[in-house]
């Protein structure tokens, strides 16, 4: 669909895929069936690990549909996410124009904005809100691995979950080193470890969806 018969009318329940850059590899939006254009919903941005695509997202839909989130699901523009400083590749300037293209046509909760990721595709997120705190108010990385150096703005809240046995991307050079550091510089950082490897089990992952829209908040 393209971004303009997608704003013609109410967006329709369910995934939706995007025709943004005109190539084949683009974006699926999820808007879940409790959406109303009267009323301000909370967005997360979701990306998918190395070689990945928005199927690969998919886990987040039921989530979504669950937690009244609209989920937006790029795809990289190569095989994985930028490795340079996010704004400065590819898929940045993708990213930014396309998410706020679409969030133009969507009543956005302003305090709810996510952005989030599994594997490469957190290191990335965890990369991208650190650097763009004032947009994204709260960022769901699940096994990041090393986030690039890169400037900060805001003070974007933090959901960090990880494997005490990743083998891809082990805790001690990551999660175990940066979750003390991120609430030495005033951070308001959840964090869980645990058992098993690369990958979060279905229950952390949605720890961190209702951490994101508690379930006691009113959508």
Known sequence: MSLEAFAQSEPPPGE???SFSGGERDTTVYIPKSYKSSTKTPVLMMLHGFSGTSQSVRYAFPLAEEFGIIVIAPESRNQTWGQSAPGFDPDMKYLSPMFSEVTSFLN???AKVGVGGIS???TYALSMGLGYGDTFTHLLIYSEG???PYRRQ???RIFIAHGINDAQMPID???RRFVPQFKQ????VTYREYEGGHGPPSPIIR???EWFVPKSEPL
């Open 16 to 18: 939706t895929r995007l």
């Open 108 to 110: 956005i909760d302003r």
């Open 120 to 122: 490469d595709g957190a």
């Open 146 to 148: 090393i986030p690039i």
């Open 154 to 156: 805001g003070k974007p």
């Open 173 to 175: 050079r990551t999660s």
């Open 185 to 188: 510089d005033g951070y308001d």
């Open 207 to 209: 720890e961190g969806f």
